[in-house]
């Protein structure tokens, strides 16, 4: 496994299961790690953004961060991606979910759970930064929150997405708030997987029921979702040539 501050790539072997959009839900949370084992070097998770911000009146973002910084420090198998609500922090940029302020909310909630909004804040901040935007397999396979951006030239642009700790460039934007046809075409999600020599590509970010394909993408609701809820459980020593390869590792949560 290569891994840097912005992308990690994961090879040919093993097993890889894609979470997205937990939102402070706990309980899904824990259903997915009942699937995921740890030990098991080969054995990856990936939680593809936004852990927080539930729109739901128990709010467990707080115990499910802590959890996810704790088990991203224990293993090497543990892949948290940046969200565009992560994010929000980062940028100190409100977010809003109708008439609610969500990153003042967890600001809130922070105080409640902890006492005090720092160090836990900055604290918070210093891991959103340290995690990378994007998971590349071998077999075929790119995952991102969202996105991708239609300002790119290359795969390097991706590489080097943030600069001088600058995380309000158009590219960082695009690939944490993006949505298809509004942001992007299919056209630009083939045009990105020539340049990353991917086949496939997986998103979160966009509420579905479940799951929904464009293009050459597919777009995952793992807990924040219209109603059924889904992940994928990928075989990495499988190769995936098309989206018809990837559907077949669909999963839902309660089977």
């Known amino acids: 496994m290569d891994y840097n501050t912005r992308l990690v790539e994961l090879p040919k072997k093993g097993r890889l299961l894609i979470f997205t959009d937990l939102h402070g839900n706990f309980g899904d949370y824990k259903k997915f790690l009942s699937k995921w084992d740890c030990e098991d070097s080969n054995c990856h998770i990936i939680i593809n953004g936004d852990f927080i911000h539930s729109i739901y009146k128990e709010d467990f973002s707080v115990e499910l961060l802590d959890d996810i910084i704790d088990k991203f420090h224990k293993y090497?198998?543990?892949?948290?991606?940046?969200?565009?609500?992560?994010?929000?922090?980062i940028a100190n940029a409100n977010l809003y979910k109708g008439t609610v302020n969500q990153k003042k909310d967890f600001?809130?909630?922070?105080?409640?759970?902890?006492?005090?909004?720092?160090?836990?804040?900055?604290?918070?901040?210093?891991?959103?930064?340290?995690?990378?935007?994007?998971?590349?397999?071998?077999?075929?396979?790119?995952i991102s929150h969202a996105g991708p951006s239609r300002s790119i030239e290359?795969?390097?642009?991706?590489?080097?997405?943030?600069?001088?700790d600058d995380y309000y460039s158009e590219l960082v934007f695009s690939v944490l708030w993006?949505?298809?046809?509004?942001?992007?075409?299919?056209?630009d999600v083939s045009f990105f997987l020539d340049l990353v020599k991917s086949k496939v590509m997986v998103v979160g970010h966009t509420t579905v029921d479940g799951y929904e394909v464009f293009g050459k993408q597919l777009i995952l609701a793992s807990s924040f979702s219209l109603n059924r809820k889904c992940y994928l459980d990928i075989?990495?020593?499988?190769?995936?040539?098309?989206?018809?390869d990837l559907l077949k590792n669909i999963k839902l949560l309660d089977d």
């Open 107 to 142: 600001e809130k909630l922070i105080v409640k759970k902890k006492g005090s909004l720092e160090p836990y804040l900055s604290n918070y901040i210093d891991f959103f930064k340290s995690i990378p935007f994007f998971v590349k397999t071998e077999n075929g396979i790119f």
């Open 154 to 164: 290359s795969y390097e642009d991706y590489e080097f997405i943030v600069e001088d």
């Open 178 to 187: 993006a949505r298809p046809e509004k942001d992007y075409n299919e056209e």
């Open 235 to 244: 075989d990495l020593s499988n190769p995936i040539g098309d989206m018809d």
């Open 76 to 89: 090497d198998n543990f892949h948290p991606i940046l969200g565009n609500h992560e994010w929000s922090h």
